[in-house]
């Protein structure tokens, strides 16, 4: 076992977020490595700009995930937690999903990762649009993570 | 037009403007569709705009104005434009005159163009050419005699400048360098053309400017040049206003689209009595909303950013603004162009009725979001993360 291959904690919600961007960070720098020492790589404006992408992806992960511990902190009510909880888990699983693929691009290796057919993100996705469609509340944070 | 304004207001401070901004956005959006719709220019609402203090915000503390954060402006134009992208857009390059009247303007100069800003002044813009070689080209010259200026030229996307009182032009002198001229709304030899007519930020009061042997004293001329030569914040501060006018389109967007989902018919395979129960649509909001969210906070980043380099300005604090900046930019060109096209898959075909006048979200995202293309952002980004190359310092990083 590694630190990319760690098992995730249960109960604390915000866990499977900070595992992913951890895993995401991890796999850019070993990709980052891997391409700078393929000189022609480093100029190649497609490569330059695909990096461009990752980068965005995971910074957008950490914001998200900072903003979710803000609400966590905060006295925000169950559901809004809930959501920012569900958007950095979002955020974070595209990021490391974004990385993963360009690692095995760029790379031709690609590093062994946890699958999340226990946590499905599609049902995130749908928890943050029933409340902000419908204003159907979520399950409370205490069961539903 | 008018060559002096109302007298405007005085914000004290960060909360404040938001508040304002809140308050304003809220009538600006009564009536948007219908500018939109008709090309009525927003003269009421301008001249309630910057009567609000809002166009001061960014005045110094020492100036007599707020100092706010870049956090806020990004914020203030953000909340605007949700309510009408156009009115938000046009005290861009005003905002970005301020700071670069900060970082190479005299003391005294300071002192009168920032109390005329105070006083409810608004700056428009003679910067971009629409002929020369590319966007950081520029053709119109400035001649300097004993205590006078001229200047010549052609000027194109001058947003704001038909209802500005003052018209800051950018150009140069006989070894290329940059420099800003500060030309009366009245001064012979000025002409403001409105012929803008694109299709989308449709009420942004841009168009053409001539500039005919027009004649400033010196005291009204600044060296622009040294807001690029020395690393300053100003290229990321005029990016960040791009970037919060698209983030606003995006939020407005997103909000017309929950709005008009809500009533959207089921689709017939669904088995559901109504459109939003919708697993696919309820799926697809759920996506927009966290898309919503990443480029809200990463452009409170950027804010962030550009307030540091603004403390202590060096080659890598404008490097680190720029980037960021750059996130900002490109999330928001993105979510603002996605919002907007959502909009109709999930309310359907009935929402491209005319009378609603919906498409105006995304006439606007498409036509604001190619004032630089993102795709170059990818490659800034890409560049300082791989290579370490920071990125080159104008107006558009």
């Known amino acids: 076992m590694n630190a990319l291959t760690q098992p995730i904690i249960a109960g604390q919600p915000l866990t499977k977020s900070q595992h992913d961007l951890h895993n995401a960070r991890s796999l850019l720098d070993a990709t980052l490595r891997a391409v700078r020492q393929q000189a022609q790589a480093t100029d190649d404006p497609y490569v330059i700009s695909r990096f461009g992408d990752l980068h965005i992806r995971i910074e957008v992960a950490a914001a998200l995930l900072e903003r979710a511990e803000d609400f966590l902190n905060s006295h925000e009510d169950d559901t809004e937690i809930s959501v920012a909880i569900a958007e950095s888990h979002l955020a974070s699983a595209d990021a490391l999903n974004a990385v993963s693929n360009a690692e095995f691009e760029l790379t031709g290796q690609r590093t062994a990762l946890h699958g999340s057919l226990h946590d499905p993100l599609r049902w995130k996705l749908h928890l943050i649009g029933n409340f902000r469609l419908n204003g159907i509340h979520p399950p409370s944070l205490r069961s539903a993570v | 037009m008018t060559t002096s304004p109302r007298t405007a207001h005085i914000i004290r401070s960060d909360a404040e403007a938001i508040a304002v901004a809140h308050k304003l956005a809220a009538r600006f959006a009564i ?10 220019l927003p003269v009421a609402e301008l001249d309630e705009f910057s009567a609000s203090g809002l166009w001061g915000i960014t005045v110094p503390k020492a100036y007599g104005g707020a100092g706010v954060s870049y956090v806020t402006v990004a914020e203030v134009i953000k909340i605007i434009s949700a309510a009408d992208s156009s009115l938000g857009q046009i005290p861009q390059n005003h905002l970005g005159v301020l700071d670069i009247l900060l970082q190479t303007a005299t003391e005294e100069q300071k002192h009168y163009y920032f109390g005329k800003v105070l006083q409810g002044y608004r700056f428009g813009n003679a910067f971009s050419e629409s002929k020369s070689k590319n966007a950081g080209a520029f053709e119109t010259r400035i001649r300097f005699d004993k205590d006078t200026a001229q200047i010549d030229g ?25 420099f800003i001229a500060f030309i009366e709304r009245d001064n012979p030899g000025l002409t403001v053309i409105d012929s803008w007519d694109g299709f989308g930020q449709r009420t942004t009061a841009s168009g053409g400017v001539t500039l005919n042997a027009v004649a400033v004293p ?7 040049h040294k807001a690029f030569d020395e690393p300053t914040a100003d290229g990321p501060i005029s990016q960040i206003i791009q970037a919060a006018v698209d983030t606003g389109i995006a ?7 929950k709005r008009y989902a809500r009533e959207a018919r089921p689709w017939i395979d669904s088995g559901q009595d109504h459109g939003w129960q919708d697993p696919f649509s309820i799926a697809a909001i759920g996506d927009l909303e966290w898309r919503v969210h990443g480029t809200e906070a990463i452009l409170k980043k950027a804010g962030q950013a550009i307030d540091a380099a603004l403390l202590n300005a060096n080659e890598d604090t404008v490097a680190h603004a720029s980037v960021v900046v750059a996130q900002a930019k490109v999330l928001s060109a993105d979510i603002a162009l996605l919002a907007s096209s959502k909009l109709f898959e999930l309310a359907g075909t009935r929402s491209v009725l005319g009378k609603y006048n919906l498409d105006r979200h995304w006439r606007n995202a498409r036509t604001h ?7 170059w952002k990818y490659h800034l980004i890409g560049n300082y993360l791989l290579n370490g190359v920071k990125p080159a310092r104008h107006a558009w990083n």
């Open chain 2, 31 to 40: 009536e948007a569709s219908v500018r939109d719709r008709e090309r009525r």
């Open chain 2, 154 to 178: 052609e000027k194109f996307y001058c947003t704001g400048a038909l209802f500005a009182h003052i018209v800051p032009a950018v150009a140069v002198n006989g070894q290329n360098q940059a």
């Open chain 2, 218 to 224: 010196l005291s009204a001329v600044i060296p622009a």
């Open chain 2, 251 to 257: 939020v407005g967007a997103l909000e017309e689209t």
């Open chain 2, 369 to 375: 979001t190619l004032h630089d293309p993102a795709r």
